[in-house]
């Protein structure tokens, strides 16, 4: 792994002047995933901020060669040019390697777009699926996904005098599903831990076929916290265990980080205006059963660890 | 040597695309286009082709593989039809406004609700606006011919736009008829080799494909595809040129059939022009000028061709397999009527036939009834009903 200074050197393959919010996440992800790219790369990515905020015509923050279609199809799109490029190194028109990596939101991967990824992850084909998870339909102003949070306040899942709740239902486990397709390497991780989310990024890139990794992606309007404290959000999803590293390798689960000093959650919750409301006394009982859901998964995530 | 062969249509169209042998081939089984995806998958299992074959999840995702694979610099072709194109509907628009010449045949079927599997055109009418060049076809040879000429026709440098080519559910793609296939060298060699000028996979050159316009740029974007399609009709006749070369067989915007001295005119698209052919013969011999145009370009619409064809006639029936709801009549009558503002002379009078949904037979007493109505309403003066559904129980 390369050290921070010689990173520093690289070329930068999504270049500043975009338009993303300060403290995004987003974008911090993907140049940690680019500098992790030792070939060439070609890059798509679904409608949504990223997207919308790094290719304002006639301007593109893209480096490299990239494609946007549409919303629901990020993974079936790049399913089209990994096997144009199959065809035409076939056929001699090509003669480099290049390497593919499909982007999107939750949305665009735990909603809409998740036909289209189970579809691509089962044909195996040589590609990176990276959903950004901002835990909410951002783009569109903070809209509840099946990838929201139980008890995170969004604008379709507002609290209220009749679901002081805000989101009743717990999240979609996204990277479980993948895992389930039986491909080579899903992974879950956060451009925090730097090194950790790089070396992902290369392990997946490395494999023959498919793989995902799911990575969290603060946002700091929907989440409503401080831009300058992404990458502490972050680390608090971590140590809380919300947002455990981990990955599955060939059907093998590893979990990359477990804190020697394992958070409530209630630590990660306060942070962020969205769960505000969680502190009011009628929602006690929610604040338990959230921390109940997060130690079930993690106890569940170490015993499956275990097994291996 | 030219193959003479007893073949249905998807037989017809999957023999075209192994001719073609595109790099990339997207598709998904519907109800009536499947034989094509199999016997095209046939054709990758025995090596006849070097195509990369992916069998996506849905249509949706098929039309999103073939823009990858188009936008990364491949030749790319799916083949649907009916609920499939439907479900296409949002990334035709796409592959139109990113400007990638994907070739699509699409088997004509009638769109749900009530779910039918049989022929008419509201699929392939209801994406008429959609940027893709629309070219119908009569029967297996024509649509095996045209096929092959839309691959030159979407990759020409001053089109560069997907087109579709079309023809009838079962009546074509499972009817058996004669026609006649070209040598594949002889196919090669006019389709030529793809040569893509801007593409994804020249990555020392990346590019951007797909970036957000706002209301300073999306205009002049959309006027762009529009421009591309005022070059499409002289890229077709120049296209048919050559291909007559090759296989002696003649194609332009549009047929005429005993046109030219012709007082009555049917206008008509894909396989029940055969039928209504039959009938002009029957009134000509009792004396009556009969007259039939099969319009084989539908987009872009070749409005100054067909309006000179039709100037000067007595009264016209446009017969249309698709109706668009809007109470005016089916698309190609709408598009008819509306090119026809510009004719020289006398108003011609103009009505419509909506017939054949979900594969409603047509016979020929019914388009003979038809040319009498066109007579009556010359005789009388009076156009009693613009809008008739032809063969329906009322």
Known sequence: MATLKELSMKDELLCGGHRACAGCAAPIAIRQALAAVDTDVVVGCATGCLEVTTTIY???????????????????????????????????????????????????????????????????????????DNQAYMNTGIQRSSATPKGASTTTSPTGSAIPAGKVQIRKDLTEIMAAHHIPYAAQGAPSHWKDFMRKVKKALAVEGPAFINVLSPCRLGWRFDPAETIDIMRLAVSTCFWPLYEIENGVVKVNQKPRDKRPVREWLEKQGRFRHLFAPENEG?????QKDIDDNWNRLLAREAMA | MSRRVAITGNEAIAEAMRQ??????????????????????????????????????????????????????????????????????????IAAGLKLPIVAPIVNRA??????????????????????IQIYSE????????????????????????????????IVSHGMSNAEFLDDDVVRGFIKEYEPKHYLLDVENPITVGALDFSDWYFEH???????????????????????????????????YKLDDAEYAIVIVNSAAGTAKTVVDELRAKGLKAG??????????PQEEIVEALSGKKAIAVLDRADTLSLMGGPLYIDLRAAMYDSPGPRVKMVNYIYGLGGRDINMEQIAGVYNDLVEIVKTGEIKRSVTYLGVRE
């Open chain 2, 139 to 170: 029967d297996a040879q024509e649509a095996y011919d045209n096929l092959i000429q839309a691959i030159r026709i979407a990759e020409h440098p001053d089109v560069l736009l997907p087109a579709m080519v079309t023809m009838d559910g079962f």
């Open chain 1, 286 to 290: 929610l604040l338990e059963e959230i």
């Open chain 2, 222 to 256: 959309r006027r762009q595809v529009a421009d591309a399609h005022t070059r499409v009709k002289d890229v077709v006749l120049q296209v048919a040129e050559e291909f007559k070369g090759i296989s002696g067989r003649e194609y332009k915007l549009f047929d005429g």
């Open chain 2, 111 to 132: 769109l749900s609700a009530p779910i039918n599997i049989h022929c008419d055109h509201s699929d392939t009418m209801g994406a008429r606006d959609s940027g893709w």
């Open chain 1, 58 to 132: 006639p301007y593109t923050a893209w480096n490299v060669p990239f494609i946007h279609s549409a919303f629901e199809n990020s993974a079936a799109t790049i399913s089209g040019v990994e096997t144009a490029y199959r065809a035409l190194k076939k056929r001699g028109k090509i003669k480099r390697d290049i390497q593919f990596i499909a982007i999107g939101g939750d949305g665009g991967t735990y909603d809409i777009g998740l036909q289209s990824l189970s579809g691509a992850m089962e044909r195996g084909h040589d590609m990176v699926y990276i959903c950004y």
């Open chain 2, 292 to 301: 039939l145009l099969k319009i084989r370009l539908f987009r872009p619409f």
């Open chain 2, 20 to 93: 073609i042998n595109p790099d990339v081939v997207a598709a998904y089984p519907i109800t009536p286009a499947t034989e094509i995806v199999q016997m095209f998958a046939n054709s990758v299992s025995d090596g006849k082709v070097d195509t990369e074959f992916v069998t996506v999840e849905s249509e949706h995702s098929a039309m999103s593989a073939a823009i990858g694979a188009s936008a990364a610099g491949a030749r790319a072709m799916t083949a649907t039809s009916s609920q499939g194109l439907a479900l296409m509907w949002e990334m035709l628009y």
